[in-house]
């Protein structure tokens, strides 16, 4: 609740420059970029002061590496005249900077570490969890390997990819809850975080299928077993579709969590939009329920993304043998 005062008192902190525009649209062109301005990733960790017109900037590390001499040297910006810019990659220079998106995925992967070695019990002696956070992790825990890997991969397999699976939920979900606190951004409504992670995803799903199948029916498969004349139009396809997942899960995962703060954003922007104190009666309640759902996003999405995964690798190590079938249910003892 405390972010969407913040993001209201950092709105009325913009009212002058959100009103100055004199049509319509130049208005709401001027609220959008105010938006995109705050969901966007950054060199600098911007703190707002509600009520005020100062901002506290943290810049973070600039770390560029030439891959020819003199080729991250400054050079005049041509769509801003008299400003000054590095090149990109194609001029040879390798932008490494440290972005508040690197240091969200830097503070979520260090939560991720010390929540798994502090609150577990790690007593071999004492079974039985205690307390109430270890019982929530260890239900968590039990969810994704029994519900997600057994389930989706076979008993067989299955508990092989459960650690996997668990890094990428209990990642994905720590970036998302980080994503709510004031003055913090969501990791994940960047494109080339969830393409990193459907990346990983798309690697393991090659290797565990390459594991089972070998290298000769891992390319038999590409063929779809018809016949070789058939060929050049069920090997692009199936190659296709090896792209088509990955894809899939790198937009689902962005898109639903940038689509949230755009709709927190703009909703409070409506009231220097339609020029009336009025419309906060309406805008900010809404605002406040589109951030409580949020938060059952930011589960559901790391839950969708495992899964999916989960899947994906199923598929991938499926071989219709006779013991990855488990009519009696004893995937349980299996895993066990």
Not at 29 to 57: K, M, Q, R
Not at 58 to 66: A, F, G, S, T
Not at 124 to 149: C, H, P, S, Y
Not at 306 to 334: K, N
Request: net charge negative; proline share 6%.
């Amino acid at each position: 609740m405390s972010r969407i005062w913040i993001l209201v008192a950092a709105l009325l902190w913009a009212a002058p420059a959100l009103s100055a525009p004199s049509s319509v649209e130049e208005e709401e062109e001027s609220v959008a970029d105010y938006v995109l301005h705050h969901i966007a990733d950054g060199p600098n960790w911007e703190i707002e002061v509600p009520l005020s017109y100062d901002h506290i900037y943290i810049p973070l590390p600039e770390i560029h590496v030439p891959l020819s001499a003199g080729a991250c040297e400054l050079v005049a910006d041509p769509e801003h005249p008299g400003q000054m810019m590095r090149p990109g990659l194609g001029a040879g220079c390798l932008d490494l900077s440290i972005t508040k998106h690197t240091v969200i995925m830097w503070v979520a992967a260090v939560l991720l570490i010390l929540v798994m070695l502090l609150v577990p019990n790690r007593n071999k002696q004492q079974l039985v969890q205690r307390g109430t956070w270890a019982n929530i992790v260890e239900m968590m825990v039990l969810f994704v390997r029994d519900e997600l890997a057994i389930k989706n991969i076979g008993p067989k397999h299955g508990p092989r990819y459960t650690p996997y699976l668990l890094t990428i939920f209990f990642f994905i979900l720590f970036m998302n809850l980080l994503g709510q606190l004031p003055w913090s951004a969501v990791a994940t409504s960047n494109l080339a975080v969830t393409a990193a992670l459907a990346l990983c995803t798309f690697v393991v799903t090659q290797v565990a299928s390459i594991r089972v199948q070998g290298i000769k029916g891992y390319l038999a498969h590409l063929t779809g077993g018809v016949h070789p004349l058939l060929w050049v139009i069920m090997v692009p396809v199936e190659v296709l579709g090896l792209f088509t997942k990955p894809f899939a899960l790198t937009l689902r995962l962005f898109a639903n969590m940038v689509a949230g703060h755009i709709m927190i954003f703009f909703l409070l922007g409506l009231i220097f939009i339609m020029k009336s104190a009025a419309v906060a009666v309406v805008s900010v309640p809404f605002a406040m329920g589109i951030f409580f759902l949020e938060f059952f996003v930011s589960f559901v999405q790391a839950f969708i993304f495992t899964m999916l995964s989960a899947l994906f690798i199923g598929m991938g190590v499926q071989t219709h043998e006779h013991d990855d079938v488990d009519p009696e249910g004893t995937g349980h003892a299996a895993a066990h």
